[in-house]
């Protein structure tokens, strides 16, 4: 984001950008080292150049190995664009857990005595699951929500009032609409440099037809990517998908039960929460 002619960036926000950009070369920095030292460690024992690890230090190792990982993944989190594909938010989690599967045999941990090994991959499934269970739920956040026909966001806010529609412009002259309105949304300050979009979506599904794509524009654009709720309000019963998140605006991917055998209407009220540009 461009700043105006005479303008300054704070010094506080510049810190937390320069942060930021460094979280991802660290993340990449502690992947790659814990890949190499499993590839090295697993090498080195199958020439029989290096022995098992002593008992009493694979708890201990474990512990160690899991903040590593974990410490990678959010690296990797905090750092991550708005436009994160699906493959490069798995591949941590994936080269971690390989990683750990890798070190656990070379240490000694498939072997005796038992408690040890026991320690260790208890620590190692623990973390894993959880980790892979976060991910899980961010790509599909629909699953931990049992209302239908709900899709939520990176987080869960909880919705606001709803804002009062915004009267139409004075011009001298009646607004009549469009034959089909497509889409009517209120924008509102929430204070503390927060705003606020609400609105409704109104979308014509072609008889036959079993997928839609819709899109909401934010304009102005938000600082960051917001929080983004929507729901179906009328139409054939579907699933709704957030399929892209930006700052400056969403795509929203349905898919119905049944193809109509008729035209349909689909109207979809979509909340967006964030701070402002």
């Given at each position: 984001m461009s700043l105006p002619a005479g303008a300054t960036r704070p010094l506080g926000k510049s810190w937390a950008l320069a942060l930021t950009a460094l979280c991802g070369p660290?993340?990449?920095?502690?992947?790659?080292?814990?890949?190499?030292?499993?590839?090295?460690?697993?090498?080195?024992?199958?020439?029989?150049?290096?022995?098992?690890?002593?008992?009493?230090?694979?708890?201990?190792?474990?512990?160690?190995l899991a903040l590593i990982a974990w410490s990678s993944r959010a690296l990797s989190a905090i750092a991550k664009t708005s436009n994160t594909s699906r493959l490069s938010q798995a591949a941590p989690l994936t080269v971690t857990?390989?990683?750990?599967?890798?070190?656990?045999?070379?240490?000694?941990?498939?072997?005796?005595?038992?408690?040890?090994?026991?320690?260790y991959w208890m620590i190692v499934a623990l973390e894993e699951a959880w980790a892979w269970r976060s991910y899980r739920l961010a790509r599909h956040p629909s699953r931990g929500s049992p209302a239908p026909n709900r899709s939520r966001g990176l987080s869960e806010p909880r919705l606001s009032p709803p804002l009062a529609?915004?009267?139409?412009?004075?011009?001298?002259?009646?607004?009549n609409p469009p034959h089909r309105l497509t889409q009517e949304y209120a924008r509102a300050s929430l204070?503390?440099?927060?705003?606020?979009?609400?609105g409704n979506l109104h979308l014509h599904v072609p008889q036959g037809a079993r997928t839609a794509?819709?899109?909401?524009?934010?304009?102005?654009?938000?600082?960051?990517?917001?929080?983004?709720?929507?729901?179906?309000?009328?139409?054939?019963p579907c699933r709704l998908k957030v399929g892209q998140l930006l700052p400056q605006g969403a795509r929203i991917e349905i898919k119905l039960h049944?193809?109509?055998?008729?035209?349909?209407?689909?109207?979809?009220?979509?909340?967006?929460?964030g701070p402002e540009l």
């Open positions: 660290a993340s990449v920095a502690l992947l790659c080292g814990l890949a190499m030292c499993a590839v090295l460690l697993v090498a080195r024992r199958a020439a029989s150049a290096a022995q098992p690890l002593a008992p009493a230090l694979l708890p201990l190792t474990a512990l160690v857990s390989a990683s750990l599967l890798m070190l656990g045999l070379a240490l000694g941990a498939g072997g005796r005595p038992w408690w040890a090994a026991l320690a529609p915004p009267a139409p412009p004075v011009t001298g002259h009646s607004w204070g503390d440099g927060r705003e606020q979009i609400r794509i819709a899109h909401v524009g934010f304009c102005p654009p938000f600082a960051e990517r917001p929080q983004f709720e929507m729901r179906l309000t009328s139409g054939p049944a193809p109509p055998t008729a035209p349909q209407t689909l109207s979809l009220e979509f909340t967006a929460d």
